[in-house]
């Protein structure tokens, strides 16, 4: 399994700054972003990032994980029909949490899809809904190079935000003005 990448625009979907700054005060640092780039690591400011190949390494500390859409072929995991590429992201992000190699998380479902497809991934033992999470009162307006933040946007998906770890509750204390949060 080496390489989510695809076309779609959701590819380049950076998450919105209030977002960020909730997962920095829950974990007190964001260690590692596993899917990321240049342009939106000015924001996330994760003190280490993966551009690619992302599932082909470890991961560590405290992870903001906002994966890319898509899909993803079920036997090659490259490109093509069959997985979401969010839900391999949600079962590769546990089982480094389940390790140990990752201390804490926050992973963002761009879509509540993700609920749902993350149960078709083999070997993903918990779904998201299992951990606490936070769906946003309103859909978080992701933001691109092409759609700089401020950019008026109508965002398409509901969404939800998910905590792995143990200080539930500054996740709770930073989420809740983000929406209903459930532990
Ligand atoms: C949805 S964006 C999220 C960016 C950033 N983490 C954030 O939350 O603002 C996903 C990013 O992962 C990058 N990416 C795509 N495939 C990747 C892979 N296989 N490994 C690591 N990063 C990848 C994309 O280029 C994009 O910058």
Known sequence: MNNIQH?????EAYTPTNVVEA?????GAIDLDPFSCAKANEVVQASAYFSEFALDREWFGRVFCNPPGGTLDRT??????????????????????????????????????????????PGMRF???????CVPS?????WSEARP????NQPAQPNALIYLGDNVDAF???????GQVRV
């Open 149 to 152: 933040i401020g950019t008026k």
């Open 7 to 11: 076309s779609s625009a959701s590819n």
């Open 127 to 133: 779904a998201p809904y299992m951990f606490p999470f």
């Open 23 to 27: 997962a920095r005060a829950t974990m």
């Open 138 to 142: 309103s859909r978080l307006k992701f």
């Open 172 to 178: 709770v204390e930073h989420f809740s003005p983000l």
């Open 76 to 121: 090659t995991l490259e490109p093509g029909s069959g997985y979401s590429s969010a839900a391999v992201a949600w079962a590769y992000l546990l089982s480094e949490y389940l390790s140990g190699r990752v201390e804490q998380a926050v992973f963002v479902c761009f879509s509540l899809n993700t609920f749902q497809n993350s149960q078709q991934v």
